[in-house]
């Protein structure tokens, strides 16, 4: 395919048209997903292309549209479905964790849900309440479900890719304020495989650990750290379940220091088992505990205060100047 | 030109065409079902019947972990499973273990949840019948997921999705409604209200006038029939299927029956009702009144009763001996089953898991 500069939400888009031209199985459904072409566009002019039978628009009610998915997968369908926003997402909660996370498990393996569950999700657009949070914990903490959060625009459309094929259920974060982020890329349906995180800017002073829409920030604080003359290492893990311990390790390991870096609240979190799981494994190589910049233990605030919430370049560089360096 | 009322309301009363006292009673709508299907249906019942002691009293002596019964409920289990094609599906809650023995799955394999010894312990595809579902209502979006892809594929199976009255408070319960009305899934939702879930009765439930009433909102035709008269049951869920894969959408069926036994081994039914309100249910049971119905028009001899019973024996020796024999679940199976390709943590584990248990052998 051609380098072009595309949005995330068109990579999305083109991502679910390209799975929907290769896989006659492959639906996608869920509110206001037809005509419209779902909020954030994602699902834009699949319903002209394809038909009502395989791009169409539900009842209001998240727990039906997961609910019927699960159905639609036993009996041979790839379902693909939009929750609108990530906390419209919790009435399917149930479905998720007592279905979709178990159907294999509860059946021996007989019975499997190649589905994906997509969602906008995390903060920086200014959206009102309920439109923003950042629920990857509660999925993550889930056996039996596969989650990632793409950070580029090339990863959303492989990342995409792969979950439609993916033998089991995955849940798809979209980073909200990365929709509209442009690159030029070269899209392919290949790598990365789910289960693989990628060092994105090599570094040798401390590692910043990131996912989703931390990894812009991430790199932007490296860049600014770099101007001060220090070399930050940036990792994103795109899967935060299967967790990559390997690449993960190997750059904490090589730097000695880290940090991590998250939307979301802090307590009892994906950033926590990262930190967990890091010191278990690396703590002979670390020369400081590793830090973590992350949303308050708070619900997600209003627009006019939501700057306080996310993690900034400033708190990461604080965060990374406290890493007990000798020079200091 | 039918009125709306007309088309989605149920009957005033519960179809009934066979009374407790085996008395036969015409319906202008709804014909009495061959003789063979109900001799059929006779021997199904008592082997259905013996399925519900057998299991209890399995329960009793630490063979089963829990045995949440349908006795006095069996019509319903049968008929939900003779009305169905070989390509359709059945979709049972945790009381419905007759209905899924009725359907050809295997007794033991059937019983494995209640043993204890994995969630699910039959293959769903083997004869078309869901794991069954211990979350309330839940299992009734699948079967509408079910129906549609059925319906996008082009095949003309229905789905028989079962739930209790308790189920019908849950939201799933009126999601699932709705979708298969709107999408025309081929899904018949057949409640069995036996007046308790646990210990709240129905009147703590709704207030509706009954529970098949309630597809009115959804555009779903409704239908009440006497739950322990099966007969009547053959004939409202025959026809409910009929109209499921003539491609006129959902139907929805309840049925009026009775829990005559407690919740499961660990609920103490005396505690929320009493005898006064139980006997009288005994009266009506569904394997008394078909064998008096069939006896009275001769065409049940105890040549016959001989042979259902047999078959009965044959299966609850089966139960006996299966269950009896000691098993042993493989602990390495806890980390078979989660993903197509086990994730490195889980290798991990299961890793630690085989270690720790090779020094327990040790």
């Known amino acids: 395919m051609a380098h072009e500069k595309l949005s995330m939400a068109q990579a999305l888009n083109q991502a679910l048209r390209d799975a929907m031209r290769a896989d006659e199985r492959v639906l996608m459904f869920g509110e206001d997903v037809g005509a419209l072409g779902g909020v954030f566009r994602i699902t834009d002019g699949l319903t002209a292309e394809f038909g009502e039978d395989r791009c169409f628009d539900t009842p209001l009610a998240e727990a039906g549209i997961v609910g019927m998915a699960v159905g639609l997968a036993m009996n041979g369908m790839r379902p693909v479905v939009e929750m609108q926003f990530d906390a419209f997402g919790y009435p399917a909660f149930e479905q998720v964790v007592s279905h979709v996370a178990k159907m294999r498990n509860r059946t021996r393996g007989k019975v499997t849900l190649p589905m994906v569950i997509r969602m906008p999700y995390a903060g920086g657009i200014g959206g009102v309440e309920h439109h923003c949070d950042s629920s990857e914990s509660y999925y993550a903490h889930t056996p039996g479900l596969t989650v990632v959060a793409p950070s580029t625009v090339s990863d959303a459309y492989t990342l995409l890719r792969r979950a439609i094929e993916f033998p089991d259920p995955v849940i798809f974060m979209e980073p909200k304020k990365l929709y509209w982020a442009k690159e030029e890329v070269e899209l392919s349906a290949g790598e990365p495989g789910i289960g693989t995180a990628v060092v994105r800017r090599e570094g040798t002073d401390a590692t910043l650990i990131a996912y989703g829409p931390s990894v812009p920030i991430a790199m932007e604080a490296a860049e600014a750290a770099a101007a001060e003359g220090r070399s930050l290492q940036v990792v994103d893990l795109r899967s935060i379940v299967p967790f990559d311990d390997e690449t993960v390790c190997a750059a904490v390991r090589s730097t000695g220091r880290a940090v991590v870096v998250a939307e979301a609240s802090g307590f009892a979190s994906v950033s926590s088992e990262i930190v967990a799981r890091v010191t278990e494994r690396c703590f002979h190589s670390l020369a400081a505990p590793i830090r973590r910049v992350t949303g308050f233990d708070i619900p997600y605030p209003p627009p006019k205060l939501e700057r306080h919430q996310l993690p900034g370049v400033d708190r990461i560089l604080d965060a990374v100047d406290s890493l007990q360096w000798e020079d200091s | ?362």
């Not at chain 2, 079902?33 to 399925?51: F, H, K, N, T």
């Not at chain 2, 996008?152 to 739930?163: F, H, Q, Y």
């Not at chain 2, 209200?193 to 709240?200: D, G, P, R």
């Open chain 2, 1 to 362: 030109m039918t009125t709306v009322e007309e088309q989605l309301l149920p009957s005033a009363e519960p179809v009934q065409l066979v009374d407790e006292h085996g008395g036969r009673h015409d319906s202008p709508q709804y014909g009495m079902p061959a003789p063979e299907a109900l001799v059929d249906g006779y021997s199904q019942l008592v082997q259905g019947r013996r399925i519900n002691d057998q299991a209890s009293a399995l329960v009793r002596q630490g063979r089963l972990a829990v045995y949440p019964s349908s006795h006095g409920q069996e019509a319903c289990q049968i008929a939900a499973t003779m009305v169905l094609g070989e390509q359709d599906w059945l979709f049972p809650t945790y009381r419905d273990t007759v209905s899924i023995i009725s359907r050809g799955v295997d007794p033991i394999e059937t019983l494995t949840l209640l043993r204890g010894d994995w969630h699910s312990g039959y293959d769903p595809y083997e004869h078309n019948v869901a794991p069954q579902a211990t979350p309330l209502a839940t299992q009734l979006l699948h079967a509408v997921g079910v129906a549609h892809a059925a319906r996008l594929k082009g095949e003309d199976t229905v789905v028989m999705a079962l739930c209790g009255d308790g189920a019908t408070s849950e939201g799933d319960f009126h999601e699932a409604l709705n979708f298969a009305a709107v999408f025309k899934a081929p899904v018949v939702f057949f409640i069995q209200n036996n007046e308790y879930a646990i210990s709240v009765p129905l009147a703590r439930q709704t207030i509706a006038p009954s529970l098949a009433h309630k597809g009115i909102g959804y555009g779903v035709p409704g239908e009440r029939v006497d739950g322990n008269d099966l007969a009547a049951l053959l004939a409202v869920l025959g026809s409910a299927v009929g109209k499921a894969r003539a491609g006129e959408g959902p139907q929805l069926i309840e049925a009026h029956t009775y829990r005559v036994q407690a919740h499961t081994n660990a609920d103490d039914a005396t505690r929320y009702r009493n005898d006064a309100e139980v006997t009288p249910w005994l009266e009506r049971d569904p394997l008394k009144r078909l064998d008096a119905y069939l006896s009275g028009e001769g065409l049940l001899n105890d040549e016959q009763r001989a042979e259902a019973a047999a078959k009965a024996d044959k299966i609850a020796e089966d139960l006996r001996v299966g269950l009896m024999q000691e098993v042993s679940p493989d602990p390495a199976e806890l980390f078979a089953h989660l993903y197509a390709t086990p994730t490195p943590q889980l290798k991990e584990q299961a890793e630690f898991l085989q270690d720790e248990l090779s020094r327990e052998e040790a």
